[in-house]
């Protein structure tokens, strides 16, 4: 019976009234309308986990600027899409049908022809691209530009934004520590500036002795606990290299020390700083000969101070 009701329906047709368009397909209007949901699917499809066959078939190379000049309130996605593919982020790694060269070709044409202005949606559009597009794209002078005027506020917290997260300026950072008013929640201004700067490796010696200095107690574990994990991995890399059975070239293992008595030398800036946290990160960072140094500071702290001193005395100490 099943297969004798698929034949029937195969075979069967609708007949069409006076009023009904016989081939909708001829329709310009209906055709578009087909089209553009088309569009929306694929779109969706595409900035989302599956990124389906069908889809792949809608958008690609060959149609990307079609789709993007025809269906102005689907850019924002498309943005999206590209600058996934360019950059490997997202599910790029499912969608062949845009290659990361043709979406590169694309955000380069988009970036230059941007208008370097005061609006928001083209500042929007520009930070979004130059971490991507321009690696020595000078952030702090945007900064400064529109530190300028009080309308322009909007469009300073853009590139504030961007170029803390992209930044390896140490200038940048020490510019946005100054521009932190005396308020509530200071310090937690404060604070997502220092990790920031420690991620990109652009915390300046300047700040790190202000810090030292005369900053909370919670500012100073940041950077002290940053400067621990720093140590903690540049002291594995050196092991490695100084293995005997590696051939690291010795400009290499004396490049490694040298950054390590850096770091260990910011980390002196803290000694005074009768903190747990600040202390028990000392303990782990600096070398033997300068552990003394924090015996004031272990005061406080029967535990740290036992194994201070057990460290001090230890001959396999560093």
């Known amino acids: 019976m099943m297969s004798d009701s698929k034949k029937y329906i195969d075979t069967y047709s609708v007949s069409l009234s006076k009023d009904c368009i016989s081939n909708p397909m001829g329709n310009i209007d209906f055709s578009s309308q087909i089209f553009g949901y088309a569009v929306g699917r694929a779109v969706s ?41 360019a950059t490997g982020s997202g599910y790029s790694n499912r969608i062949r049908s845009l290659s990361r060269d043709f979406c590169m070709d694309f955000l ?41 005027v009080e309308e322009d506020e909007e469009v300073y917290e853009i590139w504030k934004k961007v170029s803390m997260n992209s930044s390896r300026d140490e200038n940048l950072f020490d510019y946005l520590w100054s521009k932190v008013k005396r308020e509530k929640g200071a310090t937690d201004k404060k604070e997502q500036i220092i990790k920031c700067a420690l991620s990109k490796g652009a915390l300046s010696d300047s700040l790190v002795s202000r810090i030292a200095k005369s900053s909370p107690k919670r500012l100073k574990r940041v950077v002290v606990c940053g ?13 490695r290299a100084e293995d005997a059975y590696t051939d690291t070239p010795p400009e290499d293992i004396a490049f490694l020390k040298e950054k390590l008595a850096k770091l260990e030398s910011r980390a002196m800036l803290f000694v005074g700083c ?31 101070g036992q194994r201070i001193s057990r460290l001090i005395e230890s001959e396999d100490s560093y």
């Not at 400067?227 to 092991?239: H, V, Y």
Request: proline share 4%.
């Open 227 to 239: 400067i621990n994990e720093e140590m903690s991995t540049l002291n594995r890399q050196l092991r």
């Open 45 to 85: 499809d595409m900035t989302s986990y599956w990124s389906s066959e069908e889809a792949q078939k809608i958008i690609g190379n060959n149609t990307f600027a079609y789709i993007w000049n025809s269906y102005p309130n689907h850019r924002k996605d498309l943005l999206s899409l590209a600058i996934g593919q």
């Open 274 to 304: 009768t903190d747990y946290t600040v202390v028990e990160s000392l303990i782990d960072c600096l070398s033997r000969d300068n552990l003394p140094w924090l015996m004031p500071s272990v005061s406080e702290h029967y535990w740290l």
């Open 108 to 148: 380069k044409e988009l970036y230059a022809d941007i208008p370097v202005d005061d609006k928001v949606d083209t500042n929007y559009n520009r930070a979004r691209l130059a971490p991507i597009l321009d690696h020595s794209f000078d952030y702090l002078a945007e900064l400064n530009k529109f530190s300028l």
